[in-house]
């Protein structure tokens, strides 16, 4: 089978049996509404929501979120502009206290416990955005030893 056959994309006939056996999912998209019901993943399955990072938007469902691990770059961020996560503390399924960061997991402080989805939802930072260009200005202007 090709890629699209292996891939099924939302509005597909087969993406709820897809999701079922999904080990990870990426929800990349401008969705105003949850793209997939939450209850089809696995107890193992990672998502990644990368898409609709609005306070009142979201990709992914309240019921997910609520028995999920939840991780997001900044609490802060994700409690101002992740509809995801707002929407979800606000239907009282998610705790704010039970957000954990990236920089929790990369330290050792934390850990994502077997048994329950992992979710991931990053909104992209202002300070990412700055690195990025930073990178390109530095490339563009060209330094010793760097090509253009």
């Not at 999904?22 to 898409?51: F, I, K």
């Not at 609005?54 to 990709?59: G, I, L, Q």
């Not at 330290?107 to 202002?126: E, F, Q, S, Y």
Request: net charge negative; proline share 5%.
């Amino acid at each position: 089978p090709g890629w699209a056959d292996r891939h099924p994309a939302a509005g597909d006939r087969d993406v709820a049996a897809a999701v079922r056996r999904a080990q990870v999912v990426v929800t990349a998209t401008s969705a105003r509404e949850p793209v997939l019901d939450g209850q089809l993943l696995s107890d193992e399955a990672v998502v990644l929501a990368v898409g609709s990072h609005e306070p009142d938007v979201r990709e992914v469902d309240g019921a997910l979120m609520g028995r999920a691990t939840v991780v997001v770059e900044s609490r802060e961020t994700a409690l101002r502009e992740a509809g995801d996560v707002v929407l979800a503390i606000r239907e009282g399924a998610l705790a704010p206290d039970s957000l954990v960061t990236l920089a929790d997991l990369i330290d050792g402080g934390a850990v994502a416990p077997a048994g329950r989805p992992l979710v991931v939802k990053t909104c992209g930072m202002g300070w990412q955005d700055l690195v990025v260009a930073v990178a390109a200005h530095r490339r563009k202007e060209g330094t010793p030893g760097e090509r253009r």
